[in-house]
């Protein structure tokens, strides 16, 4: 921290923006201006804008948290692999319906706010402190949820979503997949309580919101992890086409 010069960032107002969002939703604390000394008392990661473009052509900004330089990733340990289910559960999914002579359809959700629906432990709070630039000076703020960055955070929300599709898997009996803060299903066109209607019951028992723009809700073509997916109910198959990678 000693050697990091306050540079000017071309991003530094998009990641206060980011910083007092997360401060509303109480995941972070307020920012506060902090000295040479701060750097050298506390085990501070470094916010770095990390920019990628839309396939509309359109730029974000996402602040990743290195986590790194104040060695917390290197003292994380975890014995467990993370679990996703990608576009082949899907398309088995609706396989087993067409092939069952049922007319199959697809519904998606995002979850908001992934990593951040994860309180992080402030028993470790003097390791959670990040500073970034901003107008000239060392700008630095406390998370109080998991920060995206870090690698214990990709851990602690892996279990969540599976735990909720366990829940609908194994309690509702329908079928449901998920990837990081993306739930996706095929169900049978004729019933209303199919996995995503389960879904977005349970999340709202839980507090937790999705992505309104991003919803799909028994539709025949639906974009899935950079892939489209289409169903063809005359013929009784699916087709995917890769859109974005």
Known sequence: PTSWPVKPSDEEDELMKQVMEDVEEGAMTPPRVVDHAFLLAHGVAKRIPVV?????????????????????????????????????????????????????????????RAFRNCRSNQTFKEFMSIVFPYKGQVMAAQHLAAPFGSVSAVYAWD???????????????AAIATWVDDFFCSHRRDIEYHGMRMLDELLGLLGLSTDESKAETGTTMMEVLGVEAHINDEERWISTRLRRW
């Open 52 to 112: 990628t473009f839309r396939t509309d052509g359109t730029k974000k900004v996402r602040g990743v948290d290195h986590f790194s330089e104040n060695g917390v990733k290197a003292i994380t340990g975890y014995e467990e692999k993370v679990k996703t289910q990608g576009m082949d559960y899907l398309i088995v999914m609706a396989t087993v319906l067409m092939e069952s002579g049922l007319q199959a359809r697809m519904s998606k959700r995002d979850v908001k």
């Open 159 to 173: 279990r969540l979503p599976n735990a909720i599709a366990n829940i609908i898997l194994v309690a509702g009996r």
